[in-house]
């Protein structure tokens, strides 16, 4: 994923590198749909999901920079501890955090 961002690099609040891989939903990606459900898997992944596509066809894999660019409010879950997920019902509700279940159990 050799491309630009519009954002300095000195600005960039995660500890995965810009171009690290992360997955979305179509719908975000392509069709301006919020975020409502930020997952940092217990492997290291991030999700950016919006509630609505669960099947894999409407899955997308996006470069972190460019969810970033499109959704830079993401900065505040840089310290989202992996394992662990945040949502919220709405665009306009509150986010709520708590510890996923370990994908094992």
């Known amino acids: ?12 609040p995660f500890d995965e590198s810009i171009d690290h891989v992360t997955y979305s939903t ?5 069709e301006g749909f919020p975020i409502l459900t930020i997952a940092h898997d217990h492997d290291g992944d991030w999700q950016f999901l919006c509630g609505y596509a669960q099947e ?9 920079g460019c969810i970033y660019e499109r959704h830079p409010f993401i900065k505040e879950f840089a ?10 019902d709405s665009e306009n509700d509150p986010w709520q955090r708590e510890p996923m279940e370990p994908e094992n159990a």
């Not at 179509?26 to 392509?30: D, F, L, R, Y």
């Not at 894999?56 to 972190?64: L, S």
């Open 26 to 30: 179509k719908n975000i990606v392509h």
């Open 56 to 64: 894999t066809d409407q899955m997308a894999i996006v470069c972190f």
């Open 79 to 88: 310290s989202l501890p992996r394992g662990w997920l945040a949502w919220r």
């Open 1 to 12: 994923m050799d491309h630009k961002h519009n954002f300095s690099e000195d600005d960039w």
